[in-house]
């Protein structure tokens, strides 16, 4: 009796060494490259969109379309920061170079998107304002899954989900464009 629960917890182990083990590094090297894929088409876009001065469209669709391609489900996540110059806004520290400080508003995703899908299809950037865009995957890939079943025990199951993230300061007034 004692062998036969020996065997069966040595091919119970084998199956686990041999199969589960080699499927989770292969998964988790598909979400590192879906990570630096994720990294690498974020930084491309802001950078392209705070260099020309405003988010286009076409730019937009081909982000989309770069990070679809990747094959997980994402969510963008966009927000601008607006520099609102505001020249006359007297502060305790003025001095004669200064004037007033520049305060910052933000604009985020929908009224972004509803201006870039709308009738002049792009969204202005002013020269100052700050770009930033994220991206990250909504559903659990198979090497979370993976690791989340083996290490629930220890509660290390839930290490990070894949995500790209850039921001950048617009170079260029696309208000005039």
Request: charged share 20%; glycine share 8%.
């Amino acid at each position: 009796m004692n062998d036969t629960f020996a065997t069966i917890l040595a091919i119970g182990i084998s199956a686990v060494i041999l199969f589960i083990f080699p499927l989770m590094a292969i998964a988790d090297r598909n979400d590192d490259i879906a990570t630096q894929t994720y990294q690498q088409k974020t930084v491309e876009f802001v950078d392209k969109e705070r260099n020309q001065g405003s988010i286009t469209q076409d730019d937009l669709e081909a982000y989309k379309t770069s990070i679809a391609a990747v094959g997980y489900p994402y969510k963008i996540e966009s927000e601008v920061k607006r520099i609102d110059e505001n020249m006359g806004k007297k502060t305790e520290w003025t001095t004669s170079t200064v004037i007033g400080e520049n305060v910052y508003y933000s604009i985020y995703t929908d009224t972004i998107e509803n201006e870039v899908y709308g009738s002049s299809g792009r969204f202005p950037l002013k020269e100052g304002d700050i770009l930033s865009v994220s991206a990250v995957n909504t559903k659990k890939t198979l090497a979370q899954n993976i690791r989340g079943s083996l290490f629930a025990i220890t509660g290390q199951g839930d290490a990070g989900r894949i995500r790209g993230a850039a921001a950048g300061v617009a170079t260029n007034n696309g208000s005039n464009i």
